[in-house]
């Protein structure tokens, strides 16, 4: 098993996290489900928005959880390295390939029935996420929101 990388400096603007406090924040965990339906805490996902338009998502791994779950049940997290260990990944003003492969596009041509089934008036992928218990047909992870405890 090895270390987790805490002082990481992201290569590029977008895994280059932002500075400054976030006046909003929304914040989901990611289960990986066995068969039986038991559900193990992986990661955390936070949405964070800043005065300046700019925003980020950070996930942050659950590493002991990881290291102690088979292939079987998890295999990572889609558009993570996690061979690297990061304390935290960050996303900076781009949606991550883990929640656009999750939600409804702009483009699809039932988006407003799918915002409304989950009591949405208003475009927002990562909130629509929160509300359905939808998965990905391509790995076994969910996203609930994170208990207003955990923020």
């Known amino acids: 098993m090895r270390s987790i990388t805490q002082h990481y400096e992201g290569k590029n603007i977008y895994t280059r996290p932002l500075q400054g406090k976030p006046y909003y924040r929304n914040s989901g965990i990611i289960?990986?489900?066995?068969?039986?339906?038991?559900?193990?805490?992986?990661?955390?996902v936070d949405l964070e928005r800043f005065d300046?338009?700019?925003f980020?998502?950070?996930?942050?791994?659950?590493?002991?959880t990881i290291d102690s779950l088979p292939t079987s049940i998890?295999?990572?997290?889609?558009?993570?390295?996690?061979s690297?260990?990061?304390?935290?990944?960050?996303?900076?003003?781009?949606?991550?390939?883990?929640?656009?492969e999750r939600t409804p596009s702009e483009k699809r041509e039932d988006l407003w029935e799918l915002l409304e089934e989950v009591g949405l008036d208003y475009y927002d992928r990562f909130e629509w996420l929160l509300r359905?218990?939808?998965?990905?047909g391509t790995d076994n992870l969910i996203v609930e929101r994170a208990d207003a405890a955990q923020n």
């Open 132 to 136: 359905t218990n939808m998965r990905c």
């Open 52 to 54: 300046d338009q700019n």
């Open 84 to 100: 690297m260990r990061l304390e935290r990944y960050y996303r900076v003003n781009m949606m991550p390939y883990f929640i656009s």
């Open 74 to 82: 998890f295999q990572g997290i889609h558009g993570l390295d996690m």
């Open 31 to 44: 289960y990986a489900v066995d068969r039986s339906g038991n559900k193990y805490s992986v990661a955390r």
């Open 56 to 64: 980020q998502y950070v996930f942050t791994p659950d590493w002991d």
